[in-house]
């Protein structure tokens, strides 16, 4: 079952993004990682803005291989780059419908 990491992050100090974004999506990829957006274009139309600097979206094949993705020893020194320099939190959604109304996702 496909999920989705959601990272939503606020830039304190962009010193690791260069790195950080020229190489952490082909780490990603080696765990089945697929990024659908990561983008700084965000526009509110319902509540509060975020605050965010941009928030990514990555599909990955299962909750394992998010799991595998995070705990990669090549990952380690970007993540500690990107903690040291932003607020970041990281969400991991599945593909199902909770209310289990949508006809062509599992209900959740």
Do not use: C, Q
């Not at 993004?17 to 990024?35: E, L, Q, W």
């Not at 975020?50 to 799991?67: D, H, K, M, N, Q």
């Amino acid at each position: 079952m496909p999920v989705y990491l959601i990272a939503d992050v606020t830039v304190t100090d962009d010193a690791w993004v260069p790195d950080y974004a020229a190489k952490v999506h082909d780490i990603a990829a080696r765990h089945g990682g697929r990024y659908l957006s990561r983008s700084g274009n965000i526009e509110t139309i319902e509540g509060a803005p975020p605050g965010s600097t941009l928030i990514a979206l990555i599909e990955f094949p299962s909750r394992e291989a998010v799991a595998a993705f995070a705990a990669d020893p090549d990952y380690a020194p970007f993540a500690e780059g990107r903690k040291a320099g932003s607020i970041s939190n990281f969400h991991v959604i599945d593909d199902t419908d909770l209310a289990g109304g949508i006809p062509y996702l599992p209900k959740g």
